[in-house]
């Protein structure tokens, strides 16, 4: 008879040897469903309510050996004036034959520490310290060792976590993306008052690793300030870094060119397919959100290919144009405001930021993920004060007709405009939902980030062990 044992070593042989067929590319894009879950959804942490709103999706990922999804929560409700423990999430969803999901449900909440020390979303408190300070946007899991990598907003930062969320490693920062003023390294600086690196809240945004673990590709959301910015006007090119996992260097930089500039347009999420083709998340600031404008959204899925890319560590980018060592746009794949849920009105999210290749279907397509960050669906005023935020989504446009109340609670509540007293209805109303769809395509010559032969040589060694103990006892 057939032993546990030695179907594992089977397994794990036939998934070791197998090899990409074909180069990548992504195609037959359908939507299949999704979900709108509640606003205040807990996660799995200790304290109140309110702080264990889970902060949805600020990016996703699928780790295909271990059969588990994670979603990140990013600094937490009040936009970096909070003190918030970061964190994310390992979640479960009931996936049918034909790519439809449903059952969501939060598994695990890690909480991210240095030492000990929890990680905090709140802004740094030194204008040239980081600290604690930690805006997680970006995560994958490094296929050789297990461990999680996470790209942050204020450094613009690469951290490295064990599966119990303790830092292992802090990757090097190129020093022409760390902000500076004339003075110096100052992290809370407004764009005006930079004269090079990243721009305040449009760091390290994006983040992919390659299917053999050894390099992850940081992708930030806007470029820097010296890649064109001026008078408040972004330039039009964002930069991948790529970066060595053996050592934590840069090892080189590719020129992202958006669609446009302006309604605060950028990129949210990268995903790698093979070596050099990706998947990035490009989209502006409009749709249902808190304080966002409704009309004209516009969120698109691009195909992107490296090969052939220039490498401008020490370029600066034109600030539009053409460039000739640019990363090449393959296609547009996936437009996610063409599909709506009745549970938001048939209207459009306005921050898609989440994206993952999930498992292969049963007719060879891909389950692809896409989420949404809901902000926690808290809002601030001029002077730091934290609300709740309400949307009938129903109405013509729901953020305009939203009402706020204390965090936490249903009291002292008023409109969102005018800002007139009012009670919060009984029903009708509801914290902005984080969204989830799914999508299935196919995708030739997908190579997923898998344990590489050397790994799970290691692995069978360790199943061997186990198989040979196990034979010993019954002996």
């Known amino acids: ?159 490295e976590f064990n599966r119990s969320g303790q830092l292992v490693r802090l990757y090097a920062t190129p020093d022409n993306l760390v902000p500076k003023t004339a003075s110096g390294v100052d992290y809370n600086a407004a764009a005006a008052d930079l004269v090079s690196g990243r721009e305040g809240n449009r760091g390290m945004e994006g983040l992919a690793i390659s299917p053999d673990g050894k390099y992850a590709y940081g992708m930030t959301q806007n470029g820097a300030i010296q890649d064109g910015y001026a008078n408040g006007t972004r330039g039009t090119y964002t930069r991948i870094v790529k970066y060595d996992t053996a050592t934590g260097a840069a090892v080189a930089q590719y020129a992202y060119k958006l669609e446009s500039t302006g309604q605060g347009r950028g990129i949210s999420a990268i995903v790698a397919l093979g070596d050099d083709k990706f998947l990035v998340l490009e989209r502006n600031n409009r749709g249902i959100g808190v304080g966002a404008t409704l009309a004209n959204p516009d969120k698109n899925v691009f195909e992107i290919d490296l090969a052939g890319a220039a490498d401008v560590t020490g370029v600066a980018l034109p600030a539009s144009g053409n460039f000739a060592g640019a990363v090449a746009k393959v296609a547009k794949v996936m437009d996610l405001d063409a599909d709506t849920l009745a549970a938001l009105g048939n209207k459009s999210p306005e921050k898609w930021e989440g994206l993952a290749v999930g498992p292969q279907l049963a007719n060879g397509e891909y389950l692809i993920l896409a989420g949404t960050d809901n902000d926690y669906s808290v809002t601030q005023n001029g002077s730091s004060v934290q609300f709740d935020v309400y949307f009938r989504m129903a109405d013509a446009d729901p953020y305009k007709s939203s009402i706020q109340c204390a965090v936490g609670g249903t009291t002292e509540c008023f409109f969102t405009d005018g800002g007139a007293a009012t009670a919060l209805p009984a029903s009708g109303y509801t914290l902005l939902p984080g969204v989830l769809h799914a999508y299935t395509a196919r995708v030739d010559g997908y190579t997923a980030p898998v344990p590489e032969p050397s790994s799970y040589a290691l692995m069978l060694a360790g199943l061997g062990a186990v198989g040979w103990v196990a034979r010993r006892r019954r002996g």
């Open 1 to 159: 008879m057939k032993t546990p044992t030695l179907s594992l070593l089977g397994a794990a042989a036939a998934l070791a040897l197998s090899l990409p067929v074909a180069a990548q590319s992504v195609s037959n894009v359908g939507f299949v469903n999704g979900l709108a879950i509640d606003g205040g959804t807990l996660d799995l942490s200790s304290g109140s309510s309110f702080d264990r709103r889970v902060g949805f999706f600020s990016d996703i990922y699928y780790d295909r050996s271990r059969n588990e999804w994670w979603g990140l929560s990013d600094r937490g409700p009040g936009g970096g004036t909070l003190p918030y423990d970061t964190r994310l999430q390992r979640f479960s969803i009931d996936i049918a034959a034909n790519g439809a999901i449903s059952n969501f449900q939060v598994k695990q909440t890690m909480l991210l520490n240095i030492n000990g020390l929890a990680l905090n979303g709140k802004a740094p408190s030194a204008a040239g310290t980081l600290g604690l300070s930690f805006d997680p946007e970006g995560l994958v899991l490094n296929p050789v060792n297990g461990n999680l990598l996470i790209s942050d907003e204020y450094g613009p930062s690469l951290y």
